[in-house]
């Protein structure tokens, strides 16, 4: 561009484009304020805990709390990150169709049939999803 073109009759010293960087960091995982709440009151039961996103079993691929160590994780899942102090891993075949996008660990009301510590509350975890811009894609770190 012609730095001495001006369409409004000024004369233009300089033109400067800027990337905005998030300074939010991009996570793979995050909570509600309502699930939070729930870990609160689990954890004051319970003491730590953990999250594991199964593939389909034990009430379909809901979002499961545990003890922390009462369930085992192996090679076959994926950390994804952490809410609220809590772990939560997810089974790598589901990690692999979940890759590109943001889960959000909620709750809703109703009794799962799983083994998940929430279940007494009358409340369950829920997963709510979406897919990540490529912006986000790129800041990613890999599992």
């Known amino acids: 561009m012609d730095r001495e073109y001006s369409p409004a009759g000024s004369k233009l010293v300089g033109l400067y484009f800027f990337k905005a960087e998030s300074m939010e960091k991009v996570e793979r995982v995050k909570v509600t304020e309502a699930a939070e709440a729930v870990i609160d009151?689990?954890?004051?039961?319970?003491?730590?805990?953990?999250?594991?996103?199964?593939?389909?079993?034990?009430?379909?691929?809901?979002?499961?709390?545990?003890?922390?160590?009462?369930?085992?994780?192996?090679?076959?899942?994926?950390?994804?990150?952490?809410?609220?102090?809590?772990?939560?891993?997810?089974?790598?075949?589901?990690?692999?169709?979940w890759k590109h996008t943001q889960l959000t660990l909620d709750v809703i009301p109703g009794r799962g049939s799983s083994f998940s510590l929430e279940i007494p509350l009358g409340v369950r975890f829920h997963i709510r999803s979406r897919i990540f811009t490529p912006e986000e894609m790129e800041q990613l770190q890999q599992l």
């Open 41 to 97: 009151q689990l954890r004051e039961k319970y003491g730590p805990l953990m999250f594991h996103q199964s593939g389909g079993c034990c009430d379909g691929s809901q979002p499961m709390c545990f003890e922390e160590g009462e369930f085992k994780v192996g090679e076959s899942d994926v950390l994804l990150g952490e809410v609220h102090g809590c772990k939560f891993y997810i089974a790598r075949d589901q990690y692999e169709y």
